[in-house]
């Protein structure tokens, strides 16, 4: 899409309208042969003086995979391009229809649709002639409309210095759409990359640190193995040309080896698949160059098995794993690098099988098993899919409820369009997606329906609540992590299972300390969001928490909507001490207490012990402080229940911290009758707090009720009889 860009080659003039060649129609090729995806695919042997018969690649290509194709559509949109094209030219002189022709060879060899193809033979004739877009539709259609508006740029004179990151936003929105807009910019970049080398050093620069930061993350995450990784050698050479030579003379070195340990192993594979009768075909795969500098920067000094992997190709799913447990029993496994993506495919229809197997010397082959049809996705990714709105043919997708599973529309990309809409200006919108983008490995997590959620590596609670609430996370008040409590800053790992748990409060704000937990664009936006438009709140919580009520007054005006987010909430009411006369002691004349470690209530097996002074103290048998009590050599005193109902008991109540929480949970409390003679609330750590309350009740019988009913307040979650030593 680069009118300046350019190509080593110079052929002549164009001739108007070739017809299209007659070719004869065969059988689909079983795999693809991307690795000779170059110029040398569009010149071909054709002499320099003259252009090279490109559309005749384009249709070989096309009917490899498409033998029934109908090229009409092909033919008029070369004819268009080419007519409006003419005349213009690129950096080097050549002919300006080369470009498109080569973008739409490269889909064609990748195996995209006619429809692809047409759209990308004009996708730079809308910006670039005076080819309208209601032209395209009137002559090709809505469809071939819709996609070459998805890669066409905006103007700089309408957006100035915000027209780059506002082609992408309204490419990624297209791309929501009909994935096929983005295979279209991926095979552009590609081509206007491989002739980059007349354009100024800081120009070429730019441009792969943009092909470098969002589209080889895009090409990734639609699959595209073959478009990914010849940009990522590319970028490689522009921005570090030292390190991508001396890539190069190792390569270089490595092919003049007399002897090739993968050939080898290679041999010995087949021989292994043929003893099996596994139909398999074993090829070498080399590693280009970027995977190459990797390996070297990890491993050091490289061996010969570094520079390629094994690649296993067989027809059925089945004879993945016959291939794999032939291997695993001839030869040497390494059993910590076997993967199944077979099983749970990546986020990027990715699927193969990966395990290595090692040699007496010690070199250690990596091995990749899939069916064909697996390695044309690994390699086109989206593109093998064809066109996501035809009719499915038998051997494709088919979901539970008889409709085509469409994949278009992958998590992450759902998650991309969901935040670019709420990013406030092109700058936050293109720093953001650069930084989501570089979040390149994904996990899925389960809800406790069963449903899934499609998170970035590093993702956090916070993350999963605002990709399953959208803003209406700013409720959550914290979260379950595989049956267990955990706080909203716990990062998740692929598998686990989440239970959100959700406040009850339209009014519930989410805290600053959020953003430190947030990990995706989604989250970060919508605190942040939240935060500009409540600036009142924001200072409250940056000035630290508000005190509280105190908890006789929170019992008096329960609605009176007070924070469990403050510091301390204490000191009651003075109260008197229950006489505690339901304690009978076998110690005539003897004060009682009831011990405020363990608050012993009928009916609870209690003990007493005489303290100084004359009294009694009563514990529950199972409190810590009997044993100290014993050791210390204190009297035992026998203790047994009156006829007295009422009773004094000290509760702990842990929570999240939201707020009105104490109002709702003194509220509760005096429901159940329960008098509050003191309360404490400690400072919230991680977005926990622990509340401490001491309560009469007119009769002990009603305990049970009470604790469950503080259970019962949204946000708590475990309720318990004191327990402490001390008191």
């Known amino acids: ?249 190792l390569i270089v070195d490595n092919a003049s080896r007399a002897d090739d340990p993968l050939a080898e192993m290679a041999d010995e594979m087949r021989t292994v698949l043929r003893d099996a009768d596994i139909p398999a075909e074993v090829l070498i795969r080399p590693r280009h160059f970027v995977s190459v500098h990797r390996r070297a920067r990890k491993r050091g000094r490289l061996r010969g098995t570094d520079f390629g992997r094994l690649l296993v190709l067989v027809n059925e799913d089945a004879d993945c794993y016959g291939v794999l447990g032939e291997l695993h029993t001839c030869m040497t496994p390494v059993v910590s690098e076997f993967k199944d993506f077979i099983a749970v495919p990546k986020f990027n229809l990715y699927q193969s099988l990966h395990t290595a197997v090692a040699r007496g010397d010690g070199q250690v082959a990596e091995v990749l098993i899939r069916t064909h049809q697996m390695h044309k996705v690994a ?58 983008l570089a979040q390149d490995r994904e996990i899925t997590v389960f809800r ?106 929170a019992a008096a005006r329960p609605a009176a909507g007070n924070s469990v987010t403050a510091s301390e909430c204490a000191t009651p009411r003075p109260a008197d001490r229950p006489a505690a006369a339901n304690a009978v002691v076998d110690q005539p004349g003897a004060s009682v207490r009831l011990a405020g470690c363990c608050t012993p209530v009928p009916p609870d097996e209690v003990i007493g012990f005489s303290v100084r002074g004359g009294a009694v103290t009563v514990h529950r048998v199972e409190c810590a402080a009997v044993a100290r009590m014993k050791s210390a050599g204190r009297a035992e005193v026998g203790v047994r229940w009156g006829d007295t109902t009422g009773c004094r008991v000290t509760l702990f109540a842990e929570s999240f911290g939201r707020p009105h929480l104490l109002a709702d949970l003194t509220e509760a409390m005096a429901s159940e009758g329960a008098e509050i003679v003191s309360a404490t609330v400690e400072p919230p750590s991680q977005q926990r707090v622990r509340h401490t309350y001491t309560v009469e009740l007119p009769d002990a019988a009603h305990l049970p009720a009470l604790m469950r009913a503080m259970r019962n307040v949204p946000g708590v979650y475990d309720v318990s009889r004191a327990q402490t030593p001390g008191a």
Request: aromatic letters at 4%; charged letters at 25%.
């Open 1 to 249: 899409m680069s009118a300046e860009a350019t190509n080593p080659a110079s052929p002549g003039p164009v001739t108007a309208g070739p017809v299209l060649p007659t070719v004869p129609r065969r059988k689909a090729r079983s795999r693809l042969d991307l690795r000779r995806l170059g110029r040398a695919a569009l010149l071909g042997p054709t002499a320099r003086d003259r252009l090279p018969d490109a559309i005749g690649h384009v249709v070989e290509a096309h009917r490899s995979h498409y033998p029934d194709a109908d090229l009409d559509a092909l033919r008029r949109a070369y004819v268009l391009a080419e007519s409006s094209h003419r005349g213009q030219m690129r950096k080097s002189g050549e002919p300006y229809i080369t470009h498109p022709l080569a973008v739409t060879l490269i889909l064609a060899e990748l195996g995209a649709e006619t429809t692809t193809l047409t759209a990308s033979l004009l996708h730079d004739t809308v910006e670039d002639t005076d080819v309208t877009l209601d032209q395209v539709r009137e002559e090709f259609g809505e469809e071939v409309r819709f996609l070459v508006d998805g890669v066409t740029k905006l103007e700089k004179v309408d957006y100035g210095a915000a027209a780059e990151p506002e082609t992408f936003r309204k490419m990624l929105v297209a791309t929501g759409n009909d994935v096929r807009v983005m295979s279209i910019k991926l095979a552009d970049r590609l081509h206007n990359m491989r002739t980059l080398g007349v354009m100024r050093p800081e120009k070429q620069a730019r441009i792969a640190k943009v092909t470098r930061d969002v589209l080889i993350p895009l090409a990734e995450r639609l699959g595209v193995q073959a478009l990914k990784t010849e940009l990522e050698d590319l970028v490689f050479a522009i921005l570090l040309p030292e390190e991508y030579e001396h890539t190069r003379e």
């Open 379 to 436: 390699e086109a990714g989206v593109v093998a899919l064809g066109n996501p709105y035809a009719p499915p043919s038998e051997e494709q997708s088919v979901s539970s409820d008889g409709e085509r599973a469409d994949p278009t529309r992958p998590g992450w990309l759902s998650r991309l369009l969901d935040w670019q809409e709420a990013a406030p200006d092109p700058d936050t919108f293109w720093s953001t997606l650069r930084e989501d």
């Open 448 to 553: 406790p329906d069963g449903g899934t959620l499609g998170l970035p590596e590093g993702a956090t609670c916070v993350d999963a609540a605002y990709a399953q609430y959208g803003e209406d996370a700013h409720a959550c008040i914290g979260a379950r992590v595989n049956g267990r409590l955990a706080t909203l800053s716990t990062v998740l790992k692929d598998g686990d299972t989440v239970q959100l748990l959700m406040g009850q409060d339209p009014a519930s704000e989410p805290s600053r300390e959020w953003l430190d937990h947030a990990h995706t664009a989604a989250a970060r936006i919508a605190i942040q969001r939240w935060l500009a438009t409540h600036p009142a709140s924001a200072e409250a919580q940056e000035e630290g928490p508000v005190p509280t009520l105190q908890a006789g007054e």
